[in-house]
């Protein structure tokens, strides 16, 4: 089935360096690809995401890159700060459309020190 | 920021008890996910509905767990008999198109 698999699973970085973490899939019908953040004992909340049409997207300090060819995407955080720290997750949609699921990453942990 | 409603936040259950879990999607999204996050924090898909009708579930769903999502009622997981290994928290998510918004989850403990 498809698998998706996220690193690093540990992630610490200074306060205004970039953070990055990496994607990789399985399935090359894989079409759309969010990245959720998740607070402690919080549920998961859409930061951003990219669709197969796209290589590139930006929202404030928030990067995602698709290479469909490598099978890979990414997420860049820009300037970060403690507020980051959370857990991070990638995922991708098996066919596209509504209702398809989302298979995840494992998660990296990300922590952001003064 | 999602409209995704879940109850109960928390659910406290001894093996072989059920335990049923409610959701009501975002207004107007007629797709309907749930999936288990463990404490590894790993997701797993369980079922999903496209408006009442059941679109994909996993072998341990079908086997174990009754889900439904009736018109105008909340939709509800329910695990027959609970283990110890259900001991997870339970997302809902709903969708128009690709993008999901999850629900706050309900934490289930099973003594």
């Known amino acids: 089935g498809e698998q998706v698999e996220q690193l690093p699973s540990i992630l610490r970085v200074q306060e205004r360096s970039s953070a990055s973490i990496n994607c990789t899939y399985e399935?090359?019908?894989?079409?759309?690809f969010p990245w959720y953040k998740q607070e402690p004992g919080e549920n998961p909340k859409l930061i951003i995401d990219i669709r197969s049409n796209m290589e590139r997207k930006q929202i404030q300090g928030l990067i995602v890159l698709l290479d469909k060819k490598a099978k890979r995407f990414s997420l860049h955080i820009t300037d970060t700060q403690p507020a980051d720290s959370a857990m991070y997750f990638c995922a991708a949609s098996g066919s596209g459309g509504s209702n398809y699921k989302l298979t995840f990453g494992k998660g990296t942990l990300l922590t952001v020190t003064p | 920021n999602s409209k995704v409603i879940q109850t109960p936040r928390y659910l406290v259950k001894g093996q072989g008890q059920k335990a049923k879990m409610r959701c009501i999607p975002e207004k107007g999204h007629p797709v309907v996910f749930w999936y288990q996050q463990n404490k590894n924090n790993e997701f797993k898909f369980l079922i999903n509905?496209?408006?009442?009708?059941?679109?994909?579930q996993i072998d341990m769903t079908e086997k174990r767990f009754s889900a439904e999502c009736p018109s105008n009622s909340p939709c509800s997981l329910e695990i027959q008999s609970s283990e110890a290994g259900d001991s997870a928290l339970y997302l809902c998510?709903?969708?128009?198109?690709?993008?999901?918004?999850f629900g706050p989850g309900t934490r289930l403990l099973v003594l």
């Open positions: 399935n090359s019908a894989s079409n759309y």
């Open positions: 998510a709903s969708s128009l198109e690709d993008t999901q918004y």
């Open positions: 509905f496209q408006n009442q009708e059941v679109l994909q």
